[in-house]
C-alpha cells in the first residue's frame, strides 16, 4: 500500500502499476460502510492486466489515518481531492455500497473528468434500521456478526463469511457507526435522475441490504444505464461472483472507450 496526505491526514491506497505508464484508463474502487481494500481482493489482479486500477481506503479504514465522517458528501470530498492531488485522468468510479453513494454524489457534483460510474449493491437511498445503530454502540461484535450474514448469501462458504465478519471487526465502532448514520441520511431519490454520465450498475439476486429493487430504481431513474443482476450473489457480489462482476465492468469500460474513439474519428 502506498499514502498520500489529503487534508492532513494519511490516506492509504493501492494502484497497479503494470498499465500506469501507459495512460490506461484508471478505475477508481470506493469500499463502502467498514469496508476496506480487501473487499477489492478479487479485482486487482483482473484489472491490473488491462487498465490502471487505484484502491483507496476512506479515512479510518484499513491503513487510512482520521475518524472517518458521519456524511456521504464528506467523504465525496475527500475522493475528490484524492483525485486531483493524484492527478488521474480517464476515471472509471466504482462504488459498493455506501461507496456507491459517493460515487453518486461525485457523478452529480462534479462530473468533470469522470468517464463513466458503476454503482455496486448500493440505491439512491440507503436507509439503516435503528438496532444496527444501536447495536453498533452497545454489541460491537453481535451486531458485526448479524451484518455480515446478511451481506452473504446463503451460498457463500462458511470461511468467506468468517473472513467477512474477522475483517468488518477491524473497523473501530465509532467509524463503522459514522459510515451507518452517512448511509441513513443520504437520499438522492429526488436527484438521481440528475446523472448524465454512462452507468453500470450491478447488483447479486440474493443481495438482503440493497435488494434488487434499489439497483432497479437506479436504472430507471439514470437514462441510458444499464443493469446487471448477477444470480446467486448476495450483497458482497464483488467477492461472491468476481468473474462475472469483473467482466461486465471490463465489457462496460471497453465499450464506453470505442464510443469515445469513434467519436472523435467522426470529428
Request: glycine share 12%.
Amino acid at each position: 500500500m502506498s499514502f498520500i496526505r489529503i487534508g492532513g491526514k494519511q490516506i492509504s491506497y493501492w494502484i497497479g502499476r503494470k498499465n500506469r505508464a501507459n495512460k490506461k484508463e484508471t478505475i477508481l474502487f470506493i469500499h463502502g460502510a467498514g469496508g476496506s481494500q480487501f473487499v477489492w481482493s478479487c479485482q486487482k489482479n483482473f484489472f491490473e492486466k488491462e487498465f490502471s486500477p487505484v484502491l483507496i481506503e476512506l479515512p479510518g479504514h484499513g491503513g487510512s489515518e482520521g475518524d472517518g465522517e458521519d456524511e456521504v458528501a464528506k467523504y465525496a470530498g475527500i475522493v475528490n481531492a484524492f483525485l486531483g492531488a493524484m492527478d488521474l485522468e480517464r476515471i472509471f468510479l466504482v462504488g459498493h455500497s455506501m461507496g456507491g453513494a459517493i460515487v453518486q454524489t461525485m457523478a452529480l457534483t462534479r462530473p468533470e473528468g469522470i468517464e463513466g460510474i458503476i454503482l455496486a449493491g448500493t440505491g439512491a437511498r440507503l436507509r439503516v434500521l435503528p438496532m444496527i445503530l444501536d447495536g453498533i454502540r452497545n454489541r460491537f461484535e453481535e451486531t458485526i456478526r448479524g451484518i455480515t450474514r446478511f451481506a452473504y448469501s446463503g451460498k457463500a462458504p462458511p470461511e468467506v463469511i468468517e473472513r467477512g465478519i474477522l475483517e468488518l471487526m477491524k473497523c473501530r465502532p465509532e467509524v463503522l457507526y459514522g459510515d451507518f448514520r452517512a448511509c441513513d441520511q443520504f437520499d438522492l431519490s429526488n436527484e438521481v435522475r440528475r446523472i448524465e454520465l454512462p452507468a453500470l450498475i450491478i447488483c447479486g439476486s440474493e443481495d438482503e441490504l440493497t435488494p434488487v429493487k434499489y439497483s432497479q430504481y437506479l436504472q430507471g431513474q439514470i437514462k441510458g444505464s444499464r443493469l446487471e443482476i448477477l444470480p446467486g450473489a448476495g450483497h458482497m457480489v464483488m467477492m461472491e461472483s468476481p468473474e462475472a462482476f469483473n467482466e461486465r465492468i471490463r465489457e462496460f469500460i471497453v465499450e464506453i472507450g470505442y464510443r469515445a474513439s469513434k467519436a472523435q474519428g467522426v470529428k
